[in-house]
């Protein structure tokens, strides 16, 4: 399995530009995540997805919009790219294990955005 | 409300030594707590998990945390560090099943010096 897999790895946007990040993962996960990571501040959430179809905002969604496209695909957008959009952003999905334990979220090599 | 708080933002110790990396929580749930390590330009990869189960977890490359509930600690230990071992660690809370719910800390560097 390749787990969670992003597309981009490296972006350059100048201001105003659009992009779409892409996010996918192969363990027939019902839940996925888009997180930012800023220095010093840790992940915060962008917006989730609990299945296909539905998506919810999170901590930071402004600028943002999401799509699931279906079980696998889950993408980030930003319309109109803004210098404070310049982060690491990360995808993650979980799923409930067979055990019956806590989902545990897992995360992809990231996308890293500059926005001049 | 949930928290969590990573007590130190940089860490630094020999080839050999024992690793502590502090973190404490609130939450008002029965939580799930992790940690995960993020090497360079990396992802973040699972270390361990506590999910009710023994308060004494084991993770991978010799990493352990003990759940305390009395003082809302779950720090990370591991004996003896190792060079590889450098790299921001970061321990998360989670109250349940219900998505997005996952706090981040802000994360503790670990610097191994030889």
């Known amino acids: 399995n390749a787990g969670v897999t992003q597309t981009p790895k490296f972006q350059v946007l100048k201001t105003g530009q659009s992009m779409t990040l892409q996010c996918a993962q192969d363990?027939?996960?019902?839940?996925m995540y888009w997180y930012r990571q800023d220095p010093g501040m840790g992940l915060r959430l962008i917006y989730y997805?609990?299945?296909?179809?539905?998506?919810d905002k999170g901590e930071v969604p402004n600028g943002y919009n999401v799509s699931r496209l279906n079980k696998r695909e889950f993408s980030l957008r930003l319309e109109s790219a803004a210098p404070s959009q310049t982060s690491v952003y990360f995808c993650a999905s979980s799923g409930r294990p067979p055990s019956g334990s806590r989902e545990t979220q897992y995360f992809g090599p990231g996308t890293r955005l500059l926005v001049l | 409300a949930q928290s969590v708080t990573q007590l130190d933002s940089h860490v630094s110790v020999s080839e050999g030594t024992p690793v502590l990396l502090r973190c404490n929580y609130s939450?008002?749930?029965?939580?799930?707590l992790f940690w995960y390590v993020q090497h360079p330009n990396k992802g973040l990869q699972l270390l361990l998990k506590y999910t009710s189960a023994a308060t004494l977890v084991k993770g991978i490359n010799g990493f352990e945390a003990e759940f305390k509930k009395s003082e809302t600690s779950f720090h990370l230990t591991k004996p003896s560090a190792h060079m590889s071992d450098a790299a921001e660690y970061f321990c998360?809370?989670?109250?349940?099943?219900?998505?997005?719910?996952?706090?981040f800390g802000k994360g503790t560097k670990l610097s191994v010096k030889p």
């Open positions: 998360v809370v989670s109250h349940g099943g219900s998505q997005g719910n996952l706090i």
């Open positions: 939450s008002s749930y029965s939580p799930s």
């Open positions: 363990m027939n996960h019902n839940s």
């Open positions: 997805s609990a299945s296909e179809g539905t998506t």
